[in-house]
C-alpha cells in the first residue's frame, strides 16, 4: 500500500480504512454497498472509494445552500479541484466544516466528517486505481454541473427541459454510464480471469450499463424531477408530441406523453441488452464479479418493469420501487442460479417481457 504523499494527510490504518467503506459506506447507500460488498476484496477499495467521493459532491450539488444562486456549483467545482489533486489538508478541513453545518442526516455528516481520510486513502492507493477514481468522479461531477446549469432552481417556479435525444444521452453518460467504462477498466487492472476482455469493447457495453439504470432512474423519478423545475425528456419530442414541460405537470396528460414516455423505455430496455451481455461476458467461475453486475441489474429492470406496468407514470404520488423483501428473495434466487448462463438469460427475459407487454 501506497502512503499518502500529501502534507498533513494522515496515514490510514486497517481501521479507518474499514469504517470508511463499512459504517460511512453503508450509511449513504443502499442497494450499492450489498454490491461493493460481494465484490472481491482488492476492487472494494477503488470502487468504494470512487463512490464515496461521488456520494459527497451529489450531496453538495443537491442540496440547498444559503447565499447566492450559484452556492452549490461553486462548492462542487472545488470540490473537484481537490479530486483533481493534489488534495490541500486546510481546505478539506474547511470544506467538511461548512459542509457538515448544512447537513441533517447523520450519515451524511459521518461522510463529511471523513473526509480527510477519504482523501488520504485516495493518495494510499496504487497509480492506475488512483487515476481511475479521480477520472470518473471528476466525468460524475460533470453530470452534477450540467444539472445545476441546465436546469432553474427549485424556488424559481420555472420549469427547463433538456433540449434533445443526444443531450438526454450526453447526460446519462456523465452520471452513470462512464460507471460503467470505469468499472470495466479496474476490474481488468485486477482480476487476471479478465485478460482476454477487449477493453474498449467491454467499456463501451459497460457504458451502457450504467445507461441503463440511469434512464430508469430519470423516468422513475420523473414526477419528482419535474417539480423541482428539472424536465429530462428532450423537448423537441415533446413538441412533436404537442406538448410543452408543463403540460407533464398534469397526470391527466398522461396519455398525451405516453409515446415518447415508451420511447424511452425502450432505450433503457436496449441498453439492458448490453448489460446482459456485460454480465455474460464475466467468467462463470468469478462468482463475486456475477453477482455484483447481476444485482443492479435484476434490481434496475425489474423498476422499470413495474413502472411500465404501473401506468401513473405522470403521478406524483405515486412511488415505483421494489421491496426490500423482493431485493433479499433476488439475492438468495441468485446464488445458485448466477453461474448458468441459460438460467440468467431466463429471468432476465422475463422481468424484460413484463416491461414490454406493458409499452
Not at 275 to 294: D, G, I, K, Q, T
Request: glycine residues 6%.
Amino acid at each position: 500500500m501506497v502512503q499518502p504523499t500529501v502534507p498533513g494527510l494522515p496515514n490510514v490504518d486497517a481501521a479507518r480504512r474499514n469504517r470508511l467503506l463499512k459504517d460511512v459506506l453503508k450509511g449513504v447507500s443502499r442497494s450499492f454497498y450489498l454490491t461493493i460488498r460481494i465484490l472481491p476484496k482488492d476492487l472494494r477499495e477503488p470502487v468504494g472509494l470512487a463512490y464515496l467521493l461521488a456520494r459527497a459532491s451529489d450531496t453538495i450539488a443537491d442540496r440547498r445552500l444559503a447565499g447566492f444562486p450559484g452556492a452549490r456549483l461553486e462548492s462542487l467545482l472545488a470540490l473537484r479541484t481537490q479530486v483533481l489533486g493534489p488534495a490541500d489538508l486546510g481546505v478539506l478541513q474547511d470544506f467538511a466544516s461548512q459542509a457538515m453545518e448544512g447537513t441533517s442526516s447523520p450519515q451524511e455528516q459521518a461522510m463529511f466528517g471523513s473526509l480527510v481520510d477519504t482523501f488520504a486513502l485516495l493518495e494510499s492507493l496504487n497509480a492506475a486505481d488512483r487515476k481511475q477514481v479521480r477520472w470518473v468522479v471528476t466525468t460524475l461531477t460533470q453530470g452534477m454541473e450540467m444539472d445545476l446549469t441546465s436546469f432553474p432552481g427549485e424556488d424559481s417556479g420555472e420549469l427547463t427541459a433538456l433540449s434533445s435525444a443526444d443531450e438526454l444521452d450526453r447526460y446519462v453518460y456523465l452520471v452513470a454510464g462512464c460507471v460503467g467504462e470505469f468499472w470495466t477498466k479496474v476490474l481488468i487492472g485486477h482480476e487476471s480471469k479478465l485478460n482476454g476482455w477487449d477493453v474498449a469493447k467491454m467499456s463501451e457495453i459497460g457504458v451502457r450499463f450504467g445507461k441503463a439504470l440511469q434512464l430508469t432512474n430519470v423516468l422513475r423519478d420523473m414526477p419528482r424531477d419535474l417539480r423541482r423545475g428539472r424536465c429530462y425528456l428532450p423537448a423537441d419530442e415533446l413538441a412533436a408530441a404537442g406538448l410543452v414541460p408543463e403540460d407533464l405537470l398534469d397526470p391527466e396528460n398522461e396519455g398525451r406523453a405516453r409515446p415518447v414516455l415508451a420511447t424511452w423505455i425502450r432505450t433503457a430496455l436496449g441498453h439492458f441488452d448490453a448489460a446482459e451481455e456485460y454480465l455474460l461476458a464475466v467468467p462463470r467461475r468469478s462468482v463475486r464479479l456475477r453477482l455484483a453486475c447481476l444485482w443492479p441489474l435484476l434490481l434496475g429492470l425489474a423498476t422499470l418493469a413495474r413502472l411500465a406496468r404501473s401506468g401513473k407514470w405522470l403521478d406524483p404520488d405515486s412511488t415505483v420501487k421494489v421491496s426490500r423483501r423482493w431485493v433479499y428473495r433476488m439475492m438468495a434466487m441468485s446464488l445458485p442460479a448466477v453461474s448458468s448462463n441459460s438460467l440468467l438469460r431466463f429471468w432476465i427475459k422475463s422481468l424484460r417481457r413484463q416491461a414490454e407487454a406493458a409499452i
